[in-house]
């Protein structure tokens, strides 16, 4: 099938896989001299050039050792990294499990991510009562550890991702500009989830709230910018569409394999589709003898609710029925364990019944790997023609793998397609928009003439197809 590749002057444009380990988060990158150096040179350079600098605010995030399952997570990592080699100055604010800083350096820029412990010390055994107990008091220590960093040197603007109340308060006490890029709509994709998430439909909706008070939102897709208009009654000329990005890096060769393998990477959620899974998989393994079914979903949160308890059972059934062709990956798996398996794939799924800009379709797509995808969020809008499109239902899934699988020629047509669509979505190209667009509402909040309307129409490749 047809690799990703473009030509370019940029090493991160080219997924040739020679850079493979590069993606490797560590948190002990530095020893205590090179910090200390790194940081003089920082400085020198800041007088003569004064970075921009950015308070980012995220729940979620990477772990210690650069590994997550979570969408946002991943988005904000790589989005950071890359605009750390632009030259900016990046603070990125998320939980940890003790409060402390570790600072990165790239190119001309530096990052630092503050960890801030979010324990209360209130006895509990709903694991969503303490997530959520756990955002209330990240968005209250978070202002407090964005003011003190201010005092330091001034933050130019603050960029929230999933959390909104310590955004607002930040924005309302430095009286700095405010960008919050909305993944989801959570009042809407609660709806898809477990009964026990439900509960916390209300909360969502006054946390939203905030959002009016926002000066730029970006969101991942044109459908979903539909949608933030509809539910919130937005002004559409706040609303600017910077998409997903996909890490080029990642992509890598391996020792080929004859399998007819299917690929299913995601959390395990209701909204990505994990209750249609079993179906899907009794469906396809029955009528096709040849097919091999691997489900990467990680159950290491330990935070299973009954409604998921079902359809976990229902996919150990499977595996016991079918040994050897049912491989479910249980725990988190390196991005170069996870790089392997698309490589090995022979089609990838994405059977969400609720998503915005899923970056597994885009990781898929990298690897010239033809995707059957739902009809929903962002899906067909980063497909197109590079893929099938279908409504969510287990009987569509299995006929379009089954059919796929036995058409060679349309299986390399969809892999050429994807391997050629998936160049605009590169890290690099995502981070320079956003790059570009800091500049303009940092240049707006200095002169009321500059209109931001049509700002992405003149980027080069925003609309290329």
Sequence with gaps: MAKAHESSDSEEDEPDGTEKKKYKYSEKRFSFGMTFFNNFIFNIRKLIRQPLKIAVITSEYVDKKGISDNGVALHVFNLYKELTKLGCEIHIFTIGDKKYTVDFFENSGKLVIHRINTSHGIQTDDYLIKKNLSLMIFDAKVVNEIVKEHSNSPFDLVHSHTNYNGALMTKQLLNIKWIHTLHSIEK????????????????????????????????????????????????????????????????????????????????????????????????????????????????????????????????????????????????????????????????????????????????????????????VGGIPEMLGNAGIIISPKPFNFINSIIKLKDNPVLMEKYSRRASEKVKKYFWSKIAKQTFDFYCMLIKKGTDKNVDLSNFFENIEGKNVE
């Design 188 to 375: 809407i994709r609660l709806k898809f989830m477990s009964k026990e998430r439900r509960k916390f439909l209300k909360v969502s909706k006054w946390q939203e709230s905030a959002l009016s008070c926002a000066d730029s939102v970006i969101t991942v897709s044109e459908v979903l910018k539909k949608l933030i208009v509809k539910n919130y009654n937005l002004n559409e000329s706040k609303i600017f569409v910077i998409s997903n990005g996909v890490d080029s890096k990642i992509y890598t060769t391996f020792e080929r394999k004859n399998e007819r393998k299917i690929l299913y990477i995601s959390r395990f959620s209701m909204e990505k589709g994990i209750g249609l899974l079993p179906e899907i998989v009794e469906g396809t393994l029955s009528r096709d003898k040849e097919i091999i079914f691997e489900i990467v979903s990680s159950l290491e949160e330990n935070n299973m609710m009954e409604e998921m308890m079902v359809i976990r059972e229902k996919l150990e059934k499977l595996e016991k029925k079918y040994p050897k062709r049912l491989i479910w990956h249980k725990a988190h798996l390196s991005r170069d364990e996870i790089a392997k398996l698309y490589f090995e794939s022979t089609i990838f799924i994405q059977p969400s019944i609720y998503d915005s800009f899923p970056t597994t379709v885009l990781e898929a797509m990298l690897f010239g790997k033809p995707v059957i995808g739902s009809n």
